[in-house]
């Protein structure tokens, strides 16, 4: 059994929405850890897209989806959402959700234990 599962991806045109969502499990999710986003674009590096707190439910978000994407949690479900609207081309990345400690470096690769496979999402203009 896959212990973290992405889903929502998908093509799209510019200015869409997608919803992206992230199964957890027992294992997987903790009270006193973080749930994220990173993407990563062909010939690029991964990079942070937000993170939320299970517990307090703090936010973070990268500068380039501020205002247009929103994190959330349901922690009786173990799941963690990622709301994207106003979705643009340089949007287009393969999607992972991540878990992991919690940090004062939310934004940091190190700080996630648990990685899922991925979704794509492809934006068109």
């Known amino acids: 059994q896959v212990q973290l599962v992405e889903s929502g991806g998908g093509l799209v045109q510019a200015g869409d929405s997608l919803r992206l969502s992230c199964a957890a499990s027992e294992r997987t999710f903790s009270l006193h850890g973080m749930g994220a986003w990173f993407r990563q674009a062909p010939g690029k590096e991964r990079e942070f897209v937000s993170a939320i707190r299970w517990s307090g439910g703090n936010t973070y978000y990268t500068d380039s989806v501020k205002g247009r994407f929103t994190i959330s949690r349901d922690n009786a479900k173990k799941m963690v959402y990622l709301q994207m609207n106003t979705l643009k081309p340089e949007d287009t990345a393969v999607y992972y959700c991540?878990?992991?400690?919690?940090?004062?470096?939310?934004?940091?690769?190190?700080?996630?234990?648990?990685w899922g496979q991925g979704t794509q999402v492809t934006v068109s203009s």
């Open positions: 991540a878990t992991g400690s919690l940090t004062i470096r939310p934004s940091h690769r190190a700080t996630y234990d648990y």
